[in-house]
């Protein structure tokens, strides 16, 4: 129980970080909700529609901003279990 507790803390720490990051590479709501159509249509029809760079490019940048999001929370991780612990 308390290491669902304590992930679950770790968690709602981490949502401000990771609300800032989107921010940063997104730019807007507008933004991302591009990045998430561009992962979700598949890339056969980007190339034929020649978005196929846009394409990559909204995926990288999703893809970089849920893994910087979990290196924060992994971070986080670490220095709780080293430092505070």
């Not at 590479?25 to 598949?42: A, H, N, Q, R, S």
């Amino acid at each position: 129980m308390m290491t669902v507790l304590y992930w679950a803390v770790l968690c709602v720490c981490t949502i401000p970080l990771s609300f800032g990051l989107a921010w940063v590479i997104f730019d807007d709501l507008d933004g991302f909700v591009e990045c998430v159509k561009y992962w979700i249509k598949p890339d056969i029809l980007s190339w034929i529609q020649g978005e196929h760079a846009e394409d990559w490019w909204s995926e990288m940048k999703l893809f970089i901003w849920i893994a910087l999001s979990a290196g924060i929370l992994f971070g986080l991780h670490w220095v709780a279990q080293t430092y505070i612990v």
